[in-house]
């Protein structure tokens, strides 16, 4: 470990220099081509490339920054920047749009910090280091990146392990945010059921309540402002509710409690042999983080005097498993425990949509009434089916349409970007073809067909109806 941190130190410090002498964005280029030769990498022997003209089609071609290759095999792309450089969108969708074209799964942009980005579907932003000394994620960069070390299926394996390292980060920085907002509620609700459970026979619920609304419980982040209420004072306190939706296998959006239940009698339904105590190792207990579970038997319930609330356990809610155990789901879920449930359900092969991305769906309908619209298709470069609209003259692609996965050169950086980012948004790779996800909206007939075709083109002409004309004689009908 000292020794990477000091080859860190090493790698790092002339970039540093840079950004304090404020050099440009050649002098800093020519600066991290000499340190890469620290991690083992050589511009004599052709393994740091230095702007290379790649071809991508007939007298078509691109030029990254630098391209890191092993014999005749490109392992990474680095886009370089000014180290006083802000980076943009637009320039993380180029780096994308590099790893794409020459194949490669990890693209590092270098600039105001070093950013190493992954590409599984959809650009991830894997490491962001700053430019300082003994740095542990540039510890980590250099061991990863030392050609030594440098393999291309252990740089996935990394990569995917990263996701899941900010995964749950971002996971525990959510329960976090709940804590802090809604202090007051979760430490009540929390402290309630335990205090009822050890002084039931000596103090009603009323009492303990009384009890608690005389104490001020605080949550804060590390040494950020202390935010505090007293509890279960309606009249002073502000309640923050989520009121997020969720849809199970393109169900009706329910709230999260509703939700819950629902995955799990559906998971009964297609394991309807399965035991209580199997299924209580399916939808574990610290899944709900408090002490109420997922799932509870009738009896439990009757004996923790939790009758009537806290569970769905009317007669026509009660679930039985294979064992013929009676059973009913907890109710109690917020914004710091659902996320569990939704992992399990995806991890257990239910489809699972959030109310914003079943809206986001319907911005753009799979299940369009094409009455009034014109079909029409598109076979340059690609294979591509739309709907026209002769009344606002959008044209929409629709889902499983293939599109050109490359740029033409007459797109131009801007509409290179856009094509990037719509890739991101609405396309999968499949099979080295480049395939349409959800149907995508389009403004003009052109603005389909460049999106389509991978270069600038008159989607007046470019689409055609199921008869072959094309949706020029439309739009002149349009404008008679």
Not at 41 to 52: D, Y
Not at 167 to 173: G, I
Not at 182 to 209: G, M, R
Not at 340 to 350: D, K, P, T, Y
Request: net charge negative; with cysteine; glycine share 6%.
């Amino acid at each position: 470990m000292n020794n990477m941190n000091e080859k860190w130190n090493q790698f790092v410090c002339v970039l540093m220099d840079c950004k304090k002498k404020e050099v440009d964005e050649e002098m800093y280029h020519t600066a991290l081509e000499g340190q890469l030769q620290l991690l083992g990498w050589f511009l004599f022997c052709g393994e740091i490339c230095h702007k290379p003209n790649i071809p991508i089609g007939n007298n078509k071609f691109i030029q990254p920054d630098i391209l890191i290759k092993k014999g005749n095999d490109a392992q990474f792309v680095i886009e370089v920047k000014r180290p006083l450089h802000s980076q943009t969108e637009r320039e993380r969708l180029q780096l994308l749009s590099y790893m794409r074209q020459l194949k490669v799964d990890v693209g590092v942009y270098v600039g105001e910090h070093i950013e190493v980005f992954y590409d599984n579907g959809r650009i991830n932003s894997i490491l962001r280091i700053p430019l300082e000394l003994d740095n542990k994620q540039g510890v980590r960069f250099v061991e990863k990146f030392s050609k030594e070390n440098f393999n291309r299926d252990n740089i996935v394996e990394f990569c995917k392990e990263r996701i899941d390292e900010i995964e749950r980060q971002a996971s525990l920085n959510k329960i976090k945010e709940s804590l802090i907002v809604e202090a007051q509620t979760q430490v009540t609700e929390s402290l309630l059921p335990y205090l009822l459970e050890k002084y039931n026979h000596t103090f009603t619920e009323n009492d303990i309540k009384g009890m608690l609304a005389t104490l001020i419980f605080t949550a804060a982040d590390n040494n950020e402002n202390v935010m505090v209420a007293p509890l279960l004072n309606k009249e002073k306190t502000q309640r923050h509710y989520d009121s997020t939706c969720y849809s199970l296998d393109s169900a009706p959006a329910v709230g999260k409690a509703e939700f819950v239940y629902t995955v799990v009698a559906e998971y009964l339904k297609k394991h309807p042999q399965i035991t209580f105590d199997e299924l209580e190792q399916i939808f574990q207990p610290k899944l709900q983080k408090f002490s109420f579970g997922v799932i509870r038997t009738v009896e439990y319930i009757k004996n923790k005097g939790y009758k009537g609330r806290r569970y769905f356990d009317k007669p026509d809610e009660i679930l039985y498993s294979g064992d013929n155990v009676p059973f009913a789901v907890s109710t109690q879920w917020g914004i710091g425990n659902i996320q569990n449930i939704v992992e399990l359900a995806r991890e257990l092969g239910f489809n699972v949509e959030t109310g914003s991305e079943i809206k986001k769906e319907k911005e753009t309908n799979d299940e369009i009434d094409q009455s009034g619209y014109v079909s029409c298709s598109i076979k340059r470069n690609s294979d591509a089916h739309g709907l026209y609209n002769p009344n606002d003259q959008t044209l929409m692609v629709l889902k499983g349409s293939k599109v050109n996965p490359l740029h033409l050169g007459s797109i131009g950086k801007t509409g290179m970007a856009k094509r990037d980012e719509l890739f991101v948004k609405y396309t999968e790779e499949k099979n080295g073809e480049r395939i349409v996800t959800r149907n995508v909206l389009f403004k003009t007939p052109s603005g389909a067909a460049l999106f389509c075709v991978g270069g600038a083109s008159n989607g007046w002409t470019e689409w055609k109806d199921d008869k072959g004309d094309d949706l020029q004689k439309y739009r002149k009908d349009i404008n008679i």
